[in-house]
């Protein structure tokens, strides 16, 4: 029985090769868009959670408040993690974690030539690859970080330098202020991708106290904040309330003055829940999109396979008379469902891995591809399989079984389309949908736009950023000096660090505000006006105000912040012990992202030898070049990069163009943007081979109507026409019902932004006359077709 | 007696008024009787197949089918009955496109639940017995009109029904091929199957060993042969 039901189907699929691959095809490309979308929400949400006592591994975190502001540290105080677990009971064990701030420049002792820059080098404890379920594939578990100076390499970076060679015992030189000398005593499995901790370099954390950078931090035996990352495993995960009142305890033991409040957060928790969100903005927008596009698939599945069967309905009724039950016939329906549900899961899974690089390509994640059999994963794909199975099945197996044998029989061709109401709500709803997203992907394109746009108070285009590191040293000012002698460079500038990347902080007082309050520095030198066209409100009157110390620059956000007068010139500001006068103030400018208003300001401004040498040289800070607006772009980096290797060739040469890192801070938008533009192609795609596939059967239905009204004299354009003119209806119903969805999901979604762009009619008008123009084109062919097919021939067969 | 129909009245409304489908037909059917029904287009026959078949409904009188009255049973007593001794034979043969000779007429054993080898049996034998067993795995669009019907009187038999209906067995087919199908009913009324076949020729209808008139749903009168 089952074999015959099988059979039947598989038949029935070659017979109408079109409609079944248009069905099977349909629901595939939705069902594709959805496993990648929850293949992606499934790996966020699964961070950290590999560890094997992920359930109750902590970070602990501080609560400070500074002159009105809240801010969340995770740096503890070296002592931090030991003395919790001494005074705790309820604490299984607790690790430190720290990462170089700064990318550090490795060396294979035996090969000195070879040098990188490398950016994830961590410090860790002893005990790390036990509080962490990280494999180690060489080395001791427990020896490999107890010595100082130990390093444990990543698989990658094991061959990156050492090749094939067995890396253990080796040496590899670590170069920051001074040079230190690592011994590997372990490799490590890479860290997955969906892990918050990923070190490609972990050192043993006791080398610490013996390095110039890092002795001060273990001066101080207190509880309070430091510069160590610190996790704790707890016995329970019930215990956090003790564990954080125990912290509480100690800090106030220490400084009974302290105010800062200590808590513990999961450390599942931290990548989609962390402060900084960025990344992980729209992940529960993601989820709803492939809820859209599942039941844009389902829909179109529905609609087709009940037009489908309707042809089918004569082998309904030969069933019915020879015995078959209601039972029995819904029952093959929901077999031959379940068959095409299967095929098309199978093409899903094959384009899901086929489409996995471009796709996350595009989106700019990087997912490893065992995360395909995570369990989690795996469970989430077999749900979506059975649901789809459920509900593809039950309504075609209900319509049909439902089907009167007596009725089907007398008229040899199936006249009757069961559920032609259903399908016109089918196209309809699909149409809503694909509009929908239509409107919204191009007002979220437009906002892209428009907030790329916004003039932030400061020039964007044609400057290059370069960043150097402390390896620049006294070469930083040969290094500018060339680079201005260069042609097409107009100008250039020295801030401590790239724009939009952060910056440092002060506690600032001032007459009328006596209380601290935390006030962004930026130190530059004299050419960062110019270079970046940041406009003067007042204009310091000395040309060389640099020259003396203890002044600065402020911005207009920052007189009422600190209630100055309209005329601040020659107040002052106190940071900490030091007084600086007011010299000038600028025009208020962006330096962070869009967001927020723009917070309040102060400049340091140095001379231009001084901060080529002290913030360029010595610390690594940031130079800025304007060229000429036409100049050959390549050929510009190419000559600054020669220069930037004869000075400095330990650390490779980076750049970045100042309006990309303006950009940059829309990546989640632009994220999302990429998902839209996806997803309105796969939305109009499934809508207009629905369309295209009922049009067909409509065609098919009609050809006897068509045929007569031929011969009694219709001509070519009034059967297109009314053929065409029953979908065209709804397509317009669907922009009726999309449109005013769409502005209020948009309307809503914008409220998030500081500068929002204006949501135009014209947008509407365009994604419907869009939509309306696909409708024509599938719907016409298909009725022009039907059109000019000779009548004699469609008549005869009756 | 097999089947006994007692003041048998079907209509429809048409504007508030009743149109009579089957108006006051009784009828008793002996087993082994070969009953020919005639009548121009629209007088009822195909109607009164159905009622017979249990596939259609009416409105009043009685039906007894085997001593039971089909008339008071519900959808699935009936369905049981008739899966048990009822084979149908269509004008327009009513062959599923999609299956081979072999699986149609294996269908209604399918829904009879019988064991495969049993099927392979009895639908070994039936293909013999029509001489088709060459071709078993032919599609229906592969054969002639002559052969579809064949196929389509293998269907109705081969859940060795008692009663056999055809609704004009032989009307797509031409007088030679008609001939053929006519003396294969002759023959299987010979071995016991009782046979009621609506028809518009006269010379068919003459198989028959009693032939009922019908007029506009009335039982006009009947003639024995």
New interface residues.
């Given amino acids: 029985m089952l074999r015959n039901y099988i059979k039947i189907a598989w038949r029935n699929l070659l017979k109408n090769k079109l409609s079944g691959i248009i069905t099977i095809g349909g629901l595939a490309i939705g069902l594709t868009a959805c496993t990648l979308i929850l293949f992606y929400v499934a790996h966020e949400r699964s961070y950290d959670s590999f560890h094997a006592d992920s359930d109750r591994m902590y970070t602990v975190e501080a609560q400070v408040n500074m002159g009105g502001d809240t801010i969340y540290m995770n740096a503890m105080n070296a002592t931090v993690g030991a003395l919790i677990e001494n005074a705790s009971p309820s604490v299984f064990s607790s690790l430190r974690l720290k990462d170089e701030y700064k990318p550090v420049i490795l060396t294979n002792t035996q090969q000195p030539g070879t040098r990188f820059s490398e950016k994830d080098f961590s410090y860790a404890d002893a005990n790390f690859f036990d509080f962490f379920s990280f494999k180690l594939l060489k080395g001791s578990k427990t020896e490999a970080l107890t010595k100082p100076y130990s390093l444990v390499l990543s698989q990658d970076m094991a061959k990156k330098y050492f090749g094939n060679q067995n890396p253990i015992g080796e040496s590899i030189s670590v170069r920051k202020d001074s040079t230190y000398l690592f011994t590997v005593t372990g490799v490590m499995e890479n860290t997955p991708s969906n892990s918050s901790i990923h070190p490609d370099f972990v050192a043993s954390l006791s080398s610490m106290p013996t390095m110039n950078d890092y002795k001060r931090d273990f001066d101080s035996e207190a509880f309070r904040l430091g510069s160590f990352p610190t996790y704790l495993k707890l016995k329970n995960a019930s215990d956090v309330k003790t564990v954080e009142k125990t912290m509480q305890e100690l800090s106030t033991q220490g400084n009974a003055d302290a105010t800062d409040v200590y808590s513990l957060s999961l450390l599942t928790d931290k990548h989609l829940n962390g402060r900084d969100a960025s990344n992980t903005r729209y992940i529960s927008i993601f989820p709803l999109i492939a809820v859209l596009i599942l039941i844009l698939a389902l829909v179109n599945y529905l609609s087709l396979s009940t037009a489908r069967a309707s042809l089918r309905s004569k082998e309904i009724g030969v069933r019915k008379v020879n015995g078959a039950s209601r039972k029995s016939v819904a029952f093959q329906f929901y077999i031959e469902s379940t068959l095409y549900v299967l095929l098309a899961f199978v093409v899903s899974v094959v384009l899901s891995v086929v489409l996995k690089p471009w796709f996350f390509g595009i989106l700019g994640i990087e997912i490893d591809a065992v995360f395909f059999l995570n369990p989690t994963f795996l469970s989430i794909l077999a749900g979506l399989l059975v649901f789809t199975i459920l509900a593809t099945g039950f309504y075609p197996a209900l319509v049909m079984s439902a089907f009167n044998p007596v009725e089907n029989l007398r008229s040899s061709r199936a006249s009757k389309m069961g559920g032609v109401r259903l399908r016109k709500v089918c196209t309809t709803v699909q149409f809503v949908i694909a509009i929908a997203l239509l409107v919204s992907g191009i007002i979220i394109h437009q906002q892209l736009d428009f907030v790329r746009g916004v003039d932030t108070g400061l020039n964007r285009s044609d400057v290059v950023m370069l960043p150097l590191q402390k390896t620049m040293g006294t070469n930083s000012t040969p290094f500018r000096n060339e680079i201005e002698k260069l042609s097409q460079v107009t100008n250039t500038a020295v801030t401590q660090y790239p724009i939009y990347k952060g910056y440092n902080m002060f506690f600032v007082s001032s007459e009328h505000m006596p209380d601290a309050i935390g006030l962004p520095i930026f130190a530059v030198d004299d050419d960062f006006f110019q270079t970046l066209d940041v406009n003067w409100e007042l204009k310091p009157e000395d040309e060389h105000y640099y020259s003396k110390s203890e002044q600065v620059v402020i911005n207009e956000a920052a007189i009422s912040k600190f209630k100055l007068g309209s005329n601040p010139i020659g107040e002052s500001l106190l940071f900490g012990n030091s007084k600086r006068e007011i010299i000038g103030v600028v025009k208020d400018f962006h330096f962070e992202n869009l967001d927020a208003p723009i917070n309040a300001l102060a400049l340091f401004v140095n001379s231009k030898t001084q901060a080529t040498t002290n913030i360029l040289g010595k610390s690594g800070g940031c130079l800025f070049v304007h060229f000429q607006p036409d100049s050959d772009v390549s050929q510009l980096l190419s000559q600054i990069e020669a220069i930037y290797t004869q000075y400095d060739s330990a650390t490779p040469f980076e750049y970045q163009f100042l309006d990309d890192a303006f950009d940059a801070m829309f990546r989640s938008e632009e994220r999302l943007s990429q998902v839209f533009n996806l997803f309105i192609i796969l939305a109009m795609l499934i809508a207009g081979l629905g369309l295209f596939a009922l049009a067909t059967f409509s065609a098919q239905q009609r050809v006897k109507e068509l045929g007569v009204r031929k011969v009694l004299g219709a001509s070519v354009i009034q059967l297109t026409t009314l053929l065409s003119f029953d979908f065209l209806k709804l397509i317009l119903l669907a922009i009726l019902i999309a449109s005013p969805l769409a502005w209020y999901f948009m309307h809503l979604w914008l409220q998030d932004f500081n500068y929002k762009t204006t949501i135009h009619w014209w947008v509407f008008l365009g994604a419907g006359t869009g939509a309306m123009a696909l409708a024509i084109l599938t719907v016409s062919f298909q009725a022009i077709k039907a059109a000019l097919a000779n009548p004699v021939k469609s008549l005869r067969t009756e | 007696m097999l089947l006994q129909l007692n003041h048998i009245y079907k209509w429809v409304k048409q504007g508030g008024k009743r149109v009579f489908l089957l108006n006051d037909i009784s009828l008793d059917v002996k087993e082994g009787e070969f009953i020919s029904i005639m009548g121009p287009s629209g007088s009822g026959k195909?109607t009164l197949l159905?009622v017979i078949?249990m596939?259609?409904e009416f409105q009043e009188g009685e039906y007894i089918f085997n001593e039971e009255p089909v008339h008071s049973l519900k959808e699935?007593q009936r369905?049981k009955l008739?899966?048990e001794y009822i084979g149908?034979v269509?004008q327009?043969y009513?062959?599923?496109?999609?299956?081979t000779v072999y699986?149609n007429i294996?269908?209604?054993l399918?829904?009879?639940?019988s064991k495969s080898s049993e099927r392979k049996a009895l639908v070994a034998d039936m293909l013999d017995r029509f001489n088709i067993v060459g071709k078993k795995d032919l599609f229906p669009a592969q054969l002639s009109g002559g052969q579809q019907q064949l196929v389509g009187i293998a269907?109705a038999l081969i859940?060795k029904p008692k009663l056999l209906l055809a609704d004009e067995p032989t009307g797509n087919l031409n007088s030679k091929q008609g001939e053929e199908i006519m003396e294969l009913f002759r023959e299987l009324n010979q071995e016991g199957v009782t046979i009621i076949q609506a028809t518009h020729s006269e010379s068919n209808a003459a198989y028959g060993n009693r032939i009922i008139h019908l007029l506009d749903g009335s039982k006009q009168h009947q003639t024995s042969n």
């Fill in positions: 195909s159905n078949g596939l259609d699935k369905a008739y899966k149908f269509f327009a009513h062959l599923i496109d999609e299956l699986e294996e269908t209604p399918l829904y009879k639940n269907r859940a």
